[in-house]
Structure formats: structure tokens, C-alpha cells
């Protein structure tokens, strides 16, 4: 056998992956609260990554992936995401309905791994060096999220079941307190038993969610937990507790997860959307333009 030498893990190519979450798709691009076309910024962040300078092997979406969970919705975001041409795979949110979601992707096999209609869409999968674990928290009906026992004796098992190989979780509430409080009133149940699973596996370089439309950091269960942001509107950071529900149309983006074996991984938050030229540093001589 071949001893890898830390050249070779130097030169060894990095696996990007994009995070997309909260796009809320109306069918035929209907305006979200009147206001926001959440189709278009769909376009535009797919039109990003694909002029980015280096495109992400693999896509996923943290859930709320159409706003009123009906087909039609579903139908409508296929044909949005078909541009893409590497792998997508999807979760759901409070948003969304699961049956009507398998029933258009039912290509999607990952979807029925925890089986079919309307049970919780738990998976995982390979992708390149990392292993990506679908954790459904939604509760149909309701806006906030619940670690289910049931749920949570599969993610234990499933997270045993590769001890060795570094791994993101998805879900699309987070398991943490954000500090903006109506969104923390519809935030995930069961939060401590989650992080405590997460604890005994230290495979998991990421915990990654959707829900609060902004990138949120935090330290947890001995790894790194955080949100990404929308690619449309945002919800408005303000941490009175009392605090009305109010969006903001803030820059968007999404977040590129860049996993290399010799560094780990890296998380970026990239701007969604054509901000001009790139400009150099500088001159054809070397010199800093000043």
C-alpha cells in the first residue's frame, strides 16, 4: 500500500457546497408579500454561482423551498433549478409540503429513503470526500421545528454508522437561540437532546440550517452551527425580544462550504448578484495602486 504523503494532500482538489436556503417559490412567479420576487432572486443567485470561478460540486437547499407547499410551486422551482448541472438535493421546511415535494422530485431517491407521503424526508448520502445528513425537524402545520425521538435515534445510528468520514447535518430550523426573538418563538424543540447526538460525534465539521433568512454563527455540541441567508429578502436583525416580524431587502447571498483534507473545512459567505468588474491590487510593475 501507498503511504499519502502531505504533498500530496496539499495538491489533493478541494469540494465545494453550495447552501441555498428559504426560497419560497410562488407558482408563476407570483410576488412574495407583494414585494419580493423570490423567482427572479432565485435566477440570480443561480446565475452567481454559476459565473463564480469555481462552481460548487453539489447544491443543497435548507427548506422553505416554496411558500404554500403546492405542486404547481414544486413544478415551478424544477424548472428554476434546471439550469444547475451539478447535483441538487433538497430539504424540506415549514413551508413546504412533503408529499406534494416527493411527488414532483420522484426522481429524487434520497427523499424516500425514510420512506414515502408524509413521513420526515431523513436521509444521507456520499458527496465526493463528505457525507451529507438530512435531518427533518418540520412539524406539518406548524411554523416551528421538533427533534423527534424517532428522529433523533436515526441520526444517532446514521452518524455512528461513519465514524470516520467528515460530515454536515442539514435541517432547516436552527437548534440554537439567535437572539431574534419572533423567530426564536418558532425555533426547534428538543434542541438539547439534538446538540447532545451532535456531542458524540465528532465527525461533524457542520450543522447548517435555513430558516432565519441571515448567515448566524454559533459554537455547538463541539462543532460549528450556523444559518445561511436568503437569496431574496432577510429578516430584519433586531434583537429586542419584542421585536416586530419584519424583513429588510438586504443584500442577499448563500453560503460555499469549502472542504479540503488538509485544511478542513471553510465556510464563506458569498454575495449573490453581478457587483461589477474585478479590480487589481495592483499595477502591471507590481506596485500597490494607490
Not at 443567485?45 to 447544491?59: E, F, N, S, Y
Request: aromatic letters at 8%; glycine letters at 8%.
Amino acid at each position: 500500500m501507498t503511504r499519502r504523503t502531505r504533498t500530496d494532500t496539499m495538491n489533493a482538489a478541494p469540494y465545494l457546497v453550495a447552501q441555498l436556503t428559504d426560497l419560497h417559490i410562488k407558482a408563476g412567479g407570483k410576488l412574495s408579500y407583494r414585494r419580493v420576487d423570490t423567482a427572479g432572486a432565485l435566477r440570480t443567485a443561480i446565475d452567481t454561482l454559476l459565473a463564480a470561478p469555481q462552481q460548487p460540486d453539489i447544491v443543497i437547499v435548507t427548506g422553505d423551498l416554496v411558500d404554500f407547499g403546492s405542486e404547481s410551486e414544486y413544478r415551478f422551482l424544477r424548472d428554476l433549478l434546471q439550469p444547475l448541472p451539478m447535483p441538487v438535493r433538497l430539504l424540506p421546511g415549514n413551508h413546504d409540503h412533503r408529499p406534494s415535494l416527493r411527488a414532483v422530485f420522484a426522481d429524487h431517491d434520497y427523499l424516500f429513503a425514510n420512506g414515502d407521503g408524509d413521513a420526515p424526508v431523513h436521509y444521507a448520502i456520499d458527496a465526493g470526500p463528505l457525507r451529507l445528513v438530512g435531518f427533518d425537524c418540520t412539524v406539518p402545520g406548524k411554523p416551528g421545528g421538533r427533534a423527534e425521538d424517532a428522529g433523533l435515534a436515526w441520526l444517532d445510528a446514521t452518524l455512528a454508522a461513519a465514524p470516520k468520514q467528515p460530515t454536515l447535518v442539514m435541517l432547516h430550523h436552527p437548534p440554537f437561540h439567535t437572539g431574534i426573538g419572533h423567530m426564536d418563538d418558532q425555533g426547534l424543540e428538543n434542541a438539547p437532546a439534538f446538540e447532545a447526538i451532535i456531542a458524540r460525534h465528532p465527525q461533524v465539521e457542520r450543522v447548517v440550517c435555513g430558516h432565519l433568512h441571515r448567515h448566524i454563527t454559533r459554537r455547538f455540541g463541539g462543532t460549528i452551527a450556523m444559518t445561511a441567508p436568503g437569496p431574496a429578502h432577510q429578516v430584519a436583525l433586531d434583537l429586542d425580544p419584542q421585536a416586530a416580524s419584519r424583513f429588510r431587502m438586504e443584500p442577499p447571498g448563500y453560503l460555499l462550504h469549502w472542504w479540503h483534507p488538509a485544511h478542513g473545512m471553510v465556510t464563506h459567505l458569498a454575495a449573490s448578484g453581478d457587483y461589477g468588474a474585478l479590480h487589481p491590487f495592483f499595477d502591471a510593475n507590481g506596485k500597490l495602486i494607490d
